[in-house]
């Protein structure tokens, strides 16, 4: 069994001591608002640039180890890490001072979301 879930929730500050932000930035970002606002017209089962340019979708793997040897069956069994990773437009939002980047977890919200439909040929 392949079970392909990661966490990642990353807020990417600016850096304080370049003098680009107050603490009155942090006050003003609402990140519940931001992520509520993605939701609105969003349609999941669509992809990204419908109609236009095909997704480019990014792939790593790493293999933490290769065990369960069979010579009976012919399989075996993987430990990795799976890791997918794409540009979403309809979910850009107006950058702020203190807030670059938002990146959700696909555990917490990411499932109201277009995912690729990756699968692994001849898996078990």
Not at 79 to 94: G, I, N, V
Request: include cysteine; aromatic fraction near 16%; charged fraction near 25%.
């Amino acid at each position: 069994m392949l079970g392909v879930k990661w966490l990642m929730l990353l807020i990417s500050m600016s850096d304080c001591t370049e003098g680009l932000w107050n603490e009155d930035d942090y006050m003003n970002i609402n990140l519940t608002a931001i992520l509520t606002s993605f939701r609105v017209g969003y349609d999941k089962r669509v992809r990204p640039n419908y109609g236009g340019e095909p997704v480019t979708v990014g792939v790593s793997l790493y293999v933490l180890s290769v065990n369960e040897f069979s010579d009976q069956n012919y399989d075996f069994t993987v430990d990795m890490y799976f890791r997918q990773f794409w540009t979403e437009p309809r979910l850009a939002f107006e950058r702020r001072p203190a807030l670059d980047k938002l990146v959700v977890s696909a555990d917490d919200y990411a499932h109201n979301f277009w995912t690729p439909d990756t699968f692994f040929v001849n898996s078990k």
